[in-house]
């Protein structure tokens, strides 16, 4: 009797501390918080929270509405939850909407109508696919409908541009004017191969009275985003200035009186969002600084002669992801860090403090023991410092040896920042038992421009530097098991684990590469958007006299290594994914596996660029972990 008391209380101690520790499957209890607005009062924050049907393979829904000051909530109906709609004009006659408008016959039956089964699609030229859809001949259209007759005009007709843009473009492209007069929209008016091989959006005026439209950012041929008017008509937008660079530094520019101004030109860094502030003097944004991604303000000088002055208002381990609202000298964004998926505070300009208004996920988190996520800064090869992410398990023993994983960010000029992901997620990785070193190698924004530009051209050269220069500081470590090392990432990410297969020294025992770009070759006939090919990569592979393309698809494709893999690996990919299309990891597990390396293939058929249906995200990561298992 006492043997069997003794092994239940063991296999109970050993459940409880099972259930202590994040899991796949508790993962995916977390809920998603949504800001949606405040009440015209200022008074009232209204937010929807997203909790994941694993058994409907959907997302349930609810809404709530709170204090702005903080204190209890209550659900209410989505018609509740409405705040003031940017889409109505100024005079409450017309509402903005967009949908899609058929402009070309590409398929089979629309070309030929005795053929009305046909599922063909022709092209002349490129522009046939974006992201993880075909161009069927349909652009998303802005139109104004009078809401008393339910009347409705095209402002675009017959014209085969989108607005919003594909491929992620919603209705923050697309205002109206101060007086209601004029709309203002984003959209690039290119069609066809100018339309893949280019950055050009730009933002029109469409006069309600002319019917006339005017570009008014002609100048600039790079990205012209995020239109927003201040409360004294004066209009602010994010700009990129290189042609066909996506990862541009992104400036704030306002526009009045006919007179343009970059408020941000004397800055280093990069724009993520802003907001005009109430005092319409000064605009709030949020942008990537030393691995995190944090509050900023500039004030707009206008008429004098004053320079602008960029202040950052907010500082920690965490990222600000957004910003709601301004009420009484209080902020209301959305925070989030490698610990705790996002919920709503409110941040105090006068004292610069947080306070948490949502606390949705407290409580599931609460039951948990968490990592430790620590700053680390390595000195690189050619003598940079390098800031690292260590994130050590729960209970985390430095008498212990640990296995380590190195994770290579995506972008490749994404910001390796306080993010909190439901498939890339450090604190599932570190539960499971693993270490997990997260470089901010060269190409990363958040570190100043230049570090931000190194990248381009030089997928192979220093950043996969940077990676080794890493692993090799953190693994000095007496808990860092370097004979148990693996390196894992997605899209850039999955690029460098491809790359560093061939070229790792014996360092690891196991590589993950998810999207990863395997054959640049390949890669650039078979992407959509050609513009970051053409600009990452130095031109096309056949230009012989162009070295750094040359370089790029050569000397910096990952291909020409396979020889040298010796390394077991387990690929993932999206049958949808059409920015680092299917070949790409077919051809890597086809040469893993003729070279008789242990290999995995994780296929879906119906998933893009990211993993977004809830079971088979389980699936990814139950398949993740036990590959790990089973090779590290």
Request: hydrophobic share 35%; charged share 20%.
């Amino acid at each position: 009797m006492k043997k069997i008391t003794f092994l239940l209380a063991f296999l109970c101690a050993g459940f409880l501390f099972a259930q202590n520790t994040m899991t796949p499957e508790l993962l995916w209890q977390v809920k998603k918080v949504s800001p949606i607005g405040i009440s015209d009062n200022g008074e009232v924050l209204f937010y929807k929270v997203t909790t994941p049907n694993m058994e409907e393979n959907s997302f349930d829904s609810k809404y709530y509405a709170m204090p702005v000051a903080g204190g209890n909530f209550s659900e209410i109906t989505k018609d509740e939850a409405k705040v003031a709609d940017k889409n109505i004009s100024p005079n409450g006659q017309y509402l903005l909407m967009d949908k899609s408008v058929q402009i070309n016959d590409i398929t089979g039956k629309d070309i030929y109508s005795d053929l009305p089964k046909s599922d063909a699609y022709v092209y002349t030229s490129l522009d046939y696919r974006h992201w993880d859809t075909w161009n069927d001949g349909s652009y998303n259209h802005v139109f104004y409908k009078d809401v008393k007759t339910g009347a409705e005009t095209d402002i675009t007709p017959q014209q085969p541009y989108y607005t919003p843009q594909k491929p992620f473009g919603g209705d923050e492209d697309y205002i109206w004017g101060p007086k209601g007069e004029n709309i203002y929209y984003v959209s690039k008016k290119l069609a066809g191969t100018e339309y893949a091989t280019s950055t050009n959006t730009d933002i029109y005026k469409y006069n309600l009275t002319s019917k006339q439209t005017e570009n008014i950012t002609e100048e600039n041929k790079g990205y012209d985003t995020q239109p927003a008017f201040s409360k004294g008509g004066a209009l602010a937008y994010l700009q990129m200035k290189t042609p066909g660079y996506e990862a541009d530094k992104n400036d704030i520019i306002v526009l009045q009186d006919v007179v343009k101004q970059n408020l941000t030109s004397q800055w280093d860094g990069t724009v993520n969002g802003f907001m005009w502030a109430s005092n319409n003097k000064d605009i709030y944004f949020t942008a990537p600084v030393d691995g995190t991604i944090q509050l900023f303000k500039v004030d707009h000088p206008g008429k004098t002669r004053k320079i602008p002055v960029v202040e950052q208002l907010s500082k920690g381990q965490f990222d600000v992801t957004g910003i709601v609202s301004e009420k009484n000298g209080q902020l209301i964004v959305t925070r989030t860090d490698m610990n705790h998926a996002a919920e709503i505070f409110s941040f105090d300009l006068k004292s610069k403090t947080f306070k948490q208004l949502t606390q949705v996920n407290n409580e599931f988190y609460g039951k948990l023991n968490l990592p430790t996520v620590e700053k680390r800064m390595v000195t690189t090869k050619d003598g940079k410092q390098m800031l690292v992410w260590v994130i050590l398990p729960p209970n985390f023993d430095k008498n212990k040896k640990y296995p380590t994983l190195l994770y290579a960010q995506g972008g490749p000029q994404s910001a390796l920042s306080q993010f909190y992901s439901t498939r890339w997620n450090f604190q599932l990785m570190a539960s499971q038992g693993y270490i997990i070193v997260a470089p901010n190698r060269r190409g990363m924004p958040g570190h100043g421009v230049e570090w931000n530009e190194a990248i381009s051209g030089d997928w192979g050269g220093g950043a996969m530097q940077d990676y080794l220069d890493a692993i090799d500081e953190i693994s000095k470590e007496a808990y860092v098991d370097k004979n148990r090392l693996g390196a894992i990432g997605a899209s850039f990410g999955g690029y460098s684990v491809f790359w560093l297969a061939g070229n790792h020294d014996g360092r690891f025992k196991t590589f993950i590469a998810h999207d990863g770009v395997f054959d640049t070759r390949a890669m650039y006939g078979t992407t959509e958007e050609l513009f970051f090919v053409n600009y990452d990569m130095g031109g096309a592979y056949w230009e012989k006299d162009n070295a750094i393309a040359q370089k790029s698809f050569n000397e910096f494709n990952p291909v020409t290594y396979v020889d040298k893999w010796d390394t077991p690996i387990m690929i993932i990919q999206g049958g949808k994914d059409y920015r680092v299309p299917i070949e790409q990891g077919l051809g890597a597990f086809q040469a893993a596996q003729l070279k008789g390396i242990k290999s995995k293939l994780l296929y879906f058929p119906e998933e893009n660029h990211w993993v977004l249906q809830p079971q088979n995200a389980l699936v990814w990561q139950r398949e993740f972990f036990s590959w790990l298992k089973e090779t590290l």
